[in-house]
């Protein structure tokens, strides 16, 4: 008797000791994750200033007048006209209709 | 067995007993108000171990403004306001001092920020705070003084077209230009984060519920390059200052898709000058200024005569070999009796000549040709007296005389640009019907996608071959008319100039010697990629007014620098053609 009941107790003792050891990992885990976050967010911040401080740096003209001073061509990057697909308004008359009220105040 | 061993096991197993049930029974208890203190807690243990739990913003980048070609023009970082709680700080008096010590400054300065303040929770010590200054509050922190993380918006390129991009405000909203027109796209939604933490205050982990993430606003790619805005830029205020103008604006616009390449506005504080044109905005700052491009409107002058001419031209009014009888001296008397004098007398100017010579009597002469309604729908059908809705805060529709108010001197006045007033975004859009097949594009602000595969639905104002008569007639300007000084070397222009008198103040008649000078062109010839205008208000009638002489030239550097940049050979037929462009 004595010893089945030690062993419930001791069965008891070690599934509660797993279940606090797995407690433990989890809260571990998840404070994890809350400094890896909040690391995380640290870096983007730290890359939003550098992105601004580089676009200062960078800036196209500056860029072109160091060239220029050290002797170099500025070759321009081809930007191709975006040429869109257009349909005309049926009625060319329509384009020129008024939008304004006649009653206007107007002068010369 | 002997008996008394028999009753020692009995006595060990009833004790054994008795302790496994003491234990039970105490585990039991121990378990019933571990669940008593989960299920209600004691006020008492309550107060004593404080709230565990900590709500804390989480701060979201408000979306970028980026150039055509995706280079930053307006983003956002995080920086640190200083502030105190007054109610948990130790010591007052001494505060002061400890935070000068750390952050530099006056403790008098930081005394007078704190004190007014010292029975709330908030005395801001600091708006924004330094990298440095930051460091030296964490390393070594004082209780009750508290960094407050805001965010802060950059400007990387400063000034530079700073009356489109505009500026936010305290609360990181959009006051003016871009920022204010695209506030809804930009704006971005902080998240929220409910966290566990120490004894000491450190975060433990975040509460499985107790997090909602943030969103940064969307990114809005405008359709100014900055490299064409800052040349614009430049060359405009150095104009401005030759002239000693009382204010220079200009626009580069893409003719393929509206897109508003560059926009430049001027003012150059001068006495004479501010009382006309007032901008108590731009005062406090260039970003809170009006745009006058899209606000302001101008007498154009002769740079109105080509959609006249066109306009004429398409209903047969004249055909461009048709000799008129322009005076050889005096001024033309019309059939009203109303004189019209030119700036040079042209006699028997044919109507391609009125053009090129700019003959306001020719005009004159074939505007009386038209009915008073087919002249009020061709400047309608160049969108003049109408906003071109290209989403610019504060556009307006410009001033064009009503058919109810339109009389003899308005026929006769409009098609040489007076007794109208026109913006210089509806001037770019208009001439840009002549750089292409005759048909108007809507301007654009926001650059045009290169997957975009929309159709867009474009007004055909005038006939293919209207718009390239009347392109081949302004391509002569640059080499028989008033566009002669502002020829270019690599590319071949089409444009007309303008010398308009300045409306005074009070609304009646002009000045005398004060003008509005402006030249419009587009380039190259075959293909025109691109329309400038240059509009100088006000320069100074001794150094110079004319526009063909004082805006031309200014026209043509951006039109050469411009169209280098977007690697448009030259078509200019002429040797000397492949100097290089480097101003």
């Given amino acids: ?8 107790i001791l069965t008891a003792g070690a599934i509660a000791a797993a279940l606090l050891v797995n407690r433990q990992h989890r809260i571990d885990t998840a404070h994890e994750i809350t400094v890896l976050h909040r690391r995380l967010m640290g870096h983007e911040q730290t890359l939003w200033r550098m992105q601004a401080e580089v676009a200062e740096q960078i800036k196209p003209n500056e860029i072109r007048r160091h060239i220029e001073r050290m002797g170099g061509e500025w070759v321009a990057l081809p930007a191709p006209p975006r040429k869109r697909r257009s349909a005309d308004q049926p009625d060319s008359r329509l384009a020129g209709q008024p939008t304004i009220d006649e009653d206007d105040e107007f002068g010369g | 067995m002997p008996p008394h061993h028999n009753t020692q096991s ?21 378990l019933g ?3 008593q203190l989960k299920i209600s807690d004691d006020p008492r ?6 709230s565990s739990f900590s709500n804390r913003a989480e701060p979201a980048r408000r979306g970028e403004l980026l150039d055509r070609r995706g280079r930053l023009i307006a983003t956002s970082t995080l920086g640190y306001r200083l502030f105190v709680d007054p109610q948990v700080v130790s010591d007052l008096a001494t505060l002061p001092v400890e935070l000068a010590e750390r952050i530099g400054g006056d403790p008098v300065d930081i005394d007078r920020a704190i004190l007014p303040r010292r029975h709330t929770r908030y005395a801001v010590v600091s708006e924004l705070l330094e990298d440095w200054q930051v460091d030296a509050i964490r390393k070594s922190p004082i209780r009750g003084v508290v960094l407050q993380p805001r965010l802060v918006r950059h400007y990387p390129h400063g000034d530079l077209a700073a009356h489109i991009v505009g500026m936010v405000g305290y609360d990181h909203v959009g006051l003016g230009g871009a920022e204010h027109l695209f506030d809804n796209r930009l704006r971005q939604e902080d998240g929220k984060l409910r966290y566990l933490r120490d004894v000491r205050g450190r975060a433990l982990w975040i509460e499985l519920d107790g997090y909602q993430p943030s969103r940064e606003g969307d990114s809005v790619r405008l359709s100014i390059d900055l490299v064409i805005q800052e040349s614009v830029e430049q060359r405009l205020r150095q104009a401005v200052k030759e002239y000693n103008a009382g204010g ?12 508003i390449l560059a926009m430049a506005d001027i003012l150059n504080p001068r006495e004479g000058w501010n009382e006309i044109t007032e901008d108590p905005g731009r005062m406090i700052h260039p970003a809170l200024g009006r745009n006058r491009c899209a606000t302001d409107p101008y007498e154009p002058g002769s740079t109105f005569k080509p959609f006249v001419w066109a306009a004429a031209t398409e ?8 000799v008129l009888p322009t005076p050889a001296h005096g001024k033309h008397r019309t059939s009203r009796g109303r004189f019209i004098g030119d700036a040079f007398n042209y006699a028997g100017a044919t109507w391609r000549e009125v053009l090129i010579k700019s003959l306001n009597s020719g005009m004159a002469i074939v505007a009386e040709r038209m009915t008073p309604h087919e002249l009020q729908h061709a400047v309608r059908r160049f969108g003049f007296g109408a906003r071109t809705n290209s989403g610019i805060p504060g556009e307006t529709a410009g001033i064009v005389t009503t058919a109810r108010r339109w009389t003899h001197h308005s026929q006769t ?9 026109v913006t210089p975004l509806q001037m770019v859009r208009a001439f840009s019907v002549i750089a292409r097949d005759g048909t108007m594009p809507p301007l654009r602000i926001t650059a045009v996608s290169p997957d975009d595969d929309e159709f867009e639905i474009v007004h055909r104002v005038l006939s293919e071959s209207a718009a390239m008569l009347t392109r081949e007639i302004l391509r002569d300007v640059m080499t028989e008319g008033t566009g002669r000084r502002a020829k270019s070397d690599r590319y071949q222009m089409f444009a007309k100039s303008g010398t308009a008198q300045l409306p005074r103040r009070e609304g009646r008649g002009y000045y005398d010697n004060r003008y509005v000078s402006s030249f419009i062109a587009g380039a190259p010839f075959e293909e025109p990629r691109i329309v400038v205008l240059c509009v100088m208000d006000d320069p100074d009638a001794k150094i110079g007014y004319y526009g063909g002489a004082i805006a031309g030239p200014v026209v043509r550097d951006i039109i050469d620098e411009a169209l280098t940049y977007l690697g448009v050979p030259p078509d200019q037929p002429r040797p000397d053609r492949d100097r290089l462009v480097a101003r």
């Fill in chain 2, 10 to 30: 009995f006595r060990t197993a009833a004790w054994a007993r008795v302790l496994i049930y003491t234990i039970v029974v105490l585990m039991l208890a121990q």
């Fill in chain 1, 1 to 8: 008797m004595f010893a089945k009941l030690l062993l419930i």
């Fill in chain 2, 33 to 35: 108000r571990v669940v």
């Fill in chain 2, 45 to 50: 243990l309550v107060q004593h171990a404080g």
């Fill in chain 2, 413 to 421: 006045s409009v098609p040489m640009g007076h007794e109208i007033a």
């Fill in chain 2, 315 to 322: 209903l047969g009014k004249a055909v461009p070999e048709e």
């Fill in chain 2, 248 to 259: 220079g604006r200009m626009v580069v616009l893409d003719v393929h898709t509206g897109e």
